[in-house]
């Protein structure tokens, strides 16, 4: 359906394709990863033939239509939000716009525009139009809304329902999920899930490229190297290329060193002239591999911490709060413990937001009390909390202000991580755009960073290597951390416990992602991030217990008697555990002595069967020590738990 045939694209002497290939079919679901600036965006330019190839060439077989969402800014006028999303030709739009123009039904216009409505199928357009804004989260009351009188993000979705309802052969989508909440990214996955063409689509959302996606294309070394399956499979697959790549990369660098260093040796030498001069032959001949990669490694920086805080972080006790008629939350009654790592999940338009607003201190309260903790320092970041920044300022001058102990450099590498790298440092914030405003107040939270951070969808507008560094920042964080996203990975890298929010009711879940989805049933990664509470009721304080009978000497004595055979049976676990754990840390710390010396062995070994073997045993040892070190992890996290729960009952 369309091939992209070993094209090269080129902008101010920096290479972004070269020699590169790609073939879409009818029904494929593509997938296009890559670091920011990899040329993704370019990608899809010369694909809609918006700019060309220097060389090669982009073929769409013919009377193939293609459908394009770009990742913002997209066009509106006058019509309406119903208009915009059955404009799916130019046909249909000219006759919306004579309808907008010759209103009068009396007009021989009208009539003319109304009889190529009827023969271009605009009622049944219109009824199709309708569910699918219905299922973006359009109220009916909207579809005569003019467009231009709604949000940057609405209008956006009215684009993609305009997509949708057009059902092109090739579905083009940059970064679809940046415009849709919780909700509606479910009803959308569905639906791609179900779409008849192919797809090709960029995106940072790792759950979303598993659900939709039967092949991964990722732009790496100027080339499209695609990969079978979601985005998981990808991941082991690029592994292995990349193990592969940099053994072949080692073998060349070391083929090359020793036809230099004979060449040196020998060619002012008579007798080794002809030698020489056949090897200098042979190393001109040879096809340089490019250095491996490593633009998606993680930031080797920790970040700061955080003063301590009191036991208790902050408390609301019978908070109301309401916009106008609707009331988001009535007596509501929360305490949040120092180190909680929470994740807040429920429907659109439950509370999420508001209750970080709550807890920030930015919303006046109408009834209750919010009491922060002892030495609480609160810090809040959301997309559109970046009035604070000084517009005067250089991105790096921003990032280092109020910063203390940390050098340029490490602010650099910190700013590069999320995005800005070289010259972008030396930006005025004045021009940024909104999501790089998001990002570097995001970096300020980070390098100054408050005890009670408060983050609502933080992922927005990075890339997948930024995404792997926020987590790295925030692991190690030894403050309390309270978050809304829509990102599972994300979510299962920091959640230790969730707090479900629906209609004003919370039900907290004392544990991670997983133990949300098997205690509250929820099923699906995604829709238990949108998931009603059904019959819960919301968290509140345990009513008072009933009397107990009183107990005679015999009850008493085998009360007693039961509670020390559970304490020297919880003792016994215990025991067994820390003997675990120890076993485990002392096959951890042999597997990476092992690990160190196969790989300084593999260093300067031959390229051979012997070569072969110790590849295979650094596989082995690797995949063995990922293993110890997830057992390991889980039984200290146990014992640790256990050791706080014992504490909190003494």
Not at 27 to 41: E, F, H, Q, T, Y
């Amino acid at each position: 359906m369309l091939t992209v045939s070993s094209i090269s694209k080129s902008y101010g002497g920096r290479i972004l394709f070269e020699d590169a290939s790609l073939q879409i079919n009818p029904g494929d679901r593509l997938g296009l990863i890559g670091p920011n600036g990899a040329g993704k965006s370019t990608l899809f330019s010369l694909i809609l033939g918006e700019n060309g190839p220097d060389e090669g060439s982009v073929n769409l077989q013919r009377g193939r239509t293609v459908g394009f969402l770009p990742q913002e800014s997209a066009p509106s006028g006058n019509e309406t939000i119903l208009q915009l999303a059955t404009s799916v030709s130019p046909e249909m739009a000219s006759v919306h716009e004579m309808l907008r123009e010759f209103p009068s039904e009396d007009s021989a216009e009208h009539h003319e525009a109304v009889e190529k409505f009827i023969e271009l199928d605009g009622y049944n357009l219109e009824a199709k139009a309708k569910r699918i804004l219905a299922g973006l989260a359009f109220r009916e009351t909207d579809f005569d809304r003019p467009a231009r009188t709604m949000s940057g993000g609405w209008i956006m979705r009215a684009h993609l329902a305009r997509l949708l309802v057009m059902e092109p052969d090739l579905l083009m989508l940059d970064e679809p999920t940046n415009h849709l909440d919780l909700e509606t990214l479910g009803w959308f996955q569905d639906h791609l899930v179900a779409y008849s063409g192919a797809l090709l689509v960029i995106s940072h959302d790792r759950a979303f490229l598993n659900a939709i996606c039967d092949s991964i294309v990722e732009i790496s070394r100027q080339r499209l190297h695609r990969y079978q399956g979601n985005y998981e499979d990808y991941l082991v697959q690029k592994k292995d290329r990349e193990e592969q790549y940099l053994a072949a990369y080692k073998n060349q660098q070391r083929e090359i060193a020793h036809l230099e260093e004979f060449i040196n040796r020998f060619r002012a030498k008579a007798s080794k002239a002809s030698q020489a001069q056949e090897r200098m032959k042979r190393l001109a001949r040879i096809e340089r591999l490019a250095p491996p990669d490593n633009h998606e490694a993680t930031v080797k920086f920790r970040f700061p911490q955080p003063p301590r805080g009191g036991q208790r972080a902050i408390e609301l006790k019978g908070v109301r709060q309401a916009y106008g008629d609707h009331v988001v939350y009535r007596d509501l009654d929360l305490v949040v413990e120092r180190g909680q790592r929470t994740v807040l999940v429920g429907p659109n338009g439950a509370g999420k937001s508001t209750l970080l607003k709550i807890l920030a201190g930015l919303l006046p309260l109408e009834a209750g009390e919010r009491t922060p903790g002892h030495n609480s320092s609160i810090g809040y970041f959301a997309q559109h909390r970046t009035d604070t920044l000084d517009v005067t300022r250089t991105v790096l001058e921003e990032a280092a202000d109020g910063v203390s102990g940390l050098g340029e450099q490490t602010i650099r590498t910190v700013l590069g991580s999320f995005l800005f790298r070289g010259d972008d440092a030396f930006k005025r914030v004045g021009v940024l755009s909104g999501g790089e405003k998001s990002r570097l107040a995001l970096v300020k939270l980070l390098l100054r960073p408050p005890n009670l951070l408060l983050l609502d969808e933080p992922t927005t507008h990075l890339d997948m290597a930024s995404i792997n560094a926020l987590i790295g920042a925030l692991q190690p964080y030894e403050g309390t951390l309270l978050f809304v996203s829509h990102d599972v990975h994300f979510i299962r890298s920091l959640a230790t416990t969730v707090l479900h929010i629906n209609a004003g009711r919370i039900k907290p879940y004392a544990g991670d992602y997983d133990y949300y989805l098997e205690k509250s049933g929820a099923g699906c990664d995604r829709r238990a991030l949108v998931a009603p509470l059904g019959n819960h009721r919301p968290a509140e304080a345990p009513a008072p217990a009933p009397a107990s009978p009183k107990l005679g000497i015999k009850e008493i004595r085998e009360q007693r008697r039961a509670e020390a055979e559970a304490r020297k049976a919880a003792a016994a676990a215990r025991r067994n555990a820390e003997k675990q754990h120890a076993a485990l840390e002392a096959e951890v710390m042999a597997l990476e002595a092992r690990q160190r010396e196969l790989t300084a062995t593999l260093e300067n070994a031959p390229n051979d069967s012997t070569s072969f073997a110790l590849h295979r045993e650094l596989a082995d040892v690797t995949e063995a020590l990922e293993k110890a070190n997830t057992e390991w992890s889980a039984i200290a996290d146990a014992l640790a738990s256990a050791q706080s729960t014992s504490a909190a009952g003494v």
